[in-house]
């Protein structure tokens, strides 16, 4: 997540700084280019604006940050690689970066957040934090497991009040790219509904309050070129996660989640790249907030409109480089659910029979890229994305993965 916030913070940042300032050309190629403002900044602070297309809560923006904690020697030496090469310095990963960022949309949800990575050793230790809070509305999809008198998902709108707190710790098997680890998260919300059923049931299942805390195990293995914008290489990455009441959590249930990036160089302007995402959870209360499902993620996707027990995303995107500025990209997805649905026997209502429901979704669109700080292969643009029931235009940084 921390890594999505920090691309997502870098967001049509050539727009704030657009200007004659030689600070904003690179010396290379004498193209609009950020790197070396953001590299010799004397703060290494970047404010940039934030464009918000996520249709699960409509159009909006914000003011992010971005620090990147370089010493004099480690600038030095990425500049010299990136005079050195088009694609010099951009392997190099930075010790530590900071975020913080406040963003709001049109349908009254608001987020503000900050977190921090930082790596040891040259990277063999690695620390990730983060925190927020805010407001989210959003429609969910369901039948609350039974509780609505409805055999299919149905639409209601949430209200969902949160703060949030989650931490990583990461440690590399010498010799290696593999690295383990634990992760902990602690979440206190509190979620109601216009829907006077919706939200009589939210109260008495989940009450004003409540609490998630959990504790797992993570594990990354990433051979990767660039964490921003990748061309070779890939990355696989695995957490289990269980909240039980030990860790304060008022909800018992477990989650797992293993997810993979591949990106292959199959000609000199040509680039294939596929990613895949799996996710089950397992439950041990009846009753648990609706939002702690995983979902289908998917660009032209609306966020929480697919969710189930298990989820699976499968996608790939071709990369076409008109020169190492520009890339132009079509990609096309698939998202999987399935869902046990517990249903209330009608020769007695204590009697419970078992039902499971699955949904297979497609989504599919177009995009560029533009390489904005070259000496960090930082890379932005636009994507426009369709599936069955809407289409959707993102501001992305990265590959949209």
């Given at each position: 997540?921390?890594?999505?916030?920090?691309?997502?913070?870098?967001?049509?940042?050539?727009?704030?700084?657009?200007?004659?300032?030689?600070?904003?050309?690179?010396?290379?190629?004498?193209?609009?280019?950020?790197?070396?403002?953001?590299?010799?900044?004397?703060?290494?602070?970047?404010?940039?604006?934030?464009?918000?297309?996520?249709?699960?809560?409509?159009?909006?923006?914000?003011?992010?940050?971005?620090?990147?904690?370089?010493?004099?020697?480690?600038?030095?030496?990425?500049?010299?690689?990136?005079?050195?090469?088009?694609?010099?310095?951009?392997?190099?990963?930075?010790?530590?970066?900071?975020?913080?960022?406040?963003?709001?949309?049109?349908?009254?949800?608001?987020?503000?957040?900050?977190?921090?990575?930082?790596?040891?050793?040259?990277?063999?230790?690695?620390?990730?934090?983060?925190?927020?809070?805010?407001?989210?509305?959003?429609?969910?999809?369901?039948?609350?497991?039974?509780?609505?008198?409805?055999?299919?998902?149905?639409?209601?709108?949430?209200?969902?009040?949160?703060?949030?707190?989650?931490?990583?710790l990461l440690f590399r098997i010498p010799e290696t790219q593999l690295m383990l680890g634990v992760k902990q998260f602690w979440a206190q919300s509190s979620i109601s509904s216009s829907n006077q059923i919706v939200d009589w049931i939210f109260q008495q299942t989940?009450?004003?309050?409540?609490?998630?805390?959990?504790?797992?195990?993570?594990?990354?293995?990433?051979?990767?070129?660039?964490?921003?914008?990748?061309?070779?290489?890939?990355?696989?990455?695995?957490?289990?996660?269980?909240?039980?009441?030990?860790?304060?959590?008022?909800?018992?249930?477990?989650?797992?989640?293993?997810?993979?990036?591949?990106?292959?160089?199959?000609?000199?302007?040509?680039?294939?790249?596929?990613?895949?995402?799996?996710?089950?959870?397992?439950?041990?209360?009846d009753a648990l907030p609706p939002t702690v499902k995983p979902y289908i993620d998917l660009r032209g996707v609306s966020s929480y409109r697919y969710q189930g027990d298990q989820t699976a995303t499968l996608q790939t995107q071709v990369m076409y480089h008109l020169?190492?500025?520009?890339?132009?990209?079509?990609?096309?997805?698939?998202?999987?659910?399935?869902?046990?649905?517990?249903?209330?026997?009608?020769?007695?209502?204590?009697?419970?029979?078992?039902?499971?429901?699955?949904?297979?979704?497609?989504?599919?669109?177009?995009?560029?890229?533009?390489?904005?700080?070259?000496?960090?292969?930082?890379?932005?643009?636009?994507?426009?994305?369709?599936s069955e029931e809407q289409s959707a235009l993102y501001f992305n940084v990265g590959s949209g993965f």
């Amino acid at each position: 997540m921390f890594k999505k916030i920090v691309l997502s913070s870098l967001m049509l940042s050539g727009s704030a700084f657009a200007g004659t300032d030689s600070s904003f050309y690179d010396p290379v190629d004498g193209k609009f280019d950020m790197g070396n403002y953001l590299a010799e900044n004397a703060y290494g602070f970047l404010p940039v604006p934030v464009i918000i297309t996520e249709p699960a809560v409509g159009f909006g923006g914000g003011i992010a940050g971005l620090f990147l904690h370089e010493s004099e020697e480690e600038k030095a030496h990425r500049q010299e690689k990136a005079m050195a090469s088009l694609d010099g310095g951009a392997q190099l990963i930075p010790p530590a970066m900071t975020a913080i960022g406040a963003l709001a949309t049109e349908n009254g949800s608001w987020f503000a957040f900050a977190g921090h990575r930082h790596s040891w050793q040259q990277d063999h230790i690695r620390y990730t934090v983060i925190g927020g809070a805010g407001k989210v509305n959003f429609d969910l999809y369901s039948n609350l497991g039974g509780l609505l008198p409805v055999d299919k998902p149905v639409s209601f709108d949430t209200q969902t009040t949160a703060a949030f707190a989650s931490q990583k710790l990461l440690f590399r098997i010498p010799e290696t790219q593999l690295m383990l680890g634990v992760k902990q998260f602690w979440a206190q919300s509190s979620i109601s509904s216009s829907n006077q059923i919706v939200d009589w049931i939210f109260q008495q299942t989940l009450g004003e309050h409540n609490t998630s805390s959990g504790l797992g195990l993570a594990a990354e293995y990433d051979t990767r070129d660039n964490i921003f914008y990748p061309s070779k290489g890939y990355l696989v990455s695995a957490e289990y996660m269980s909240y039980n009441e030990a860790l304060g959590s008022d909800y018992l249930y477990d989650s797992f989640e293993i997810s993979g990036q591949s990106f292959w160089p199959v000609a000199e302007k040509w680039t294939l790249a596929v990613a895949g995402n799996y996710q089950a959870f397992y439950a041990k209360d009846d009753a648990l907030p609706p939002t702690v499902k995983p979902y289908i993620d998917l660009r032209g996707v609306s966020s929480y409109r697919y969710q189930g027990d298990q989820t699976a995303t499968l996608q790939t995107q071709v990369m076409y480089h008109l020169n190492h500025r520009w890339t132009l990209s079509g990609f096309y997805g698939l998202g999987y659910t399935y869902q046990d649905n517990a249903v209330l026997n009608s020769s007695s209502v204590n009697a419970m029979t078992e039902s499971a429901s699955d949904e297979l979704i497609s989504a599919y669109g177009v995009g560029f890229r533009y390489q904005i700080a070259r000496r960090y292969g930082i890379h932005m643009g636009v994507d426009i994305a369709f599936s069955e029931e809407q289409s959707a235009l993102y501001f992305n940084v990265g590959s949209g993965f």
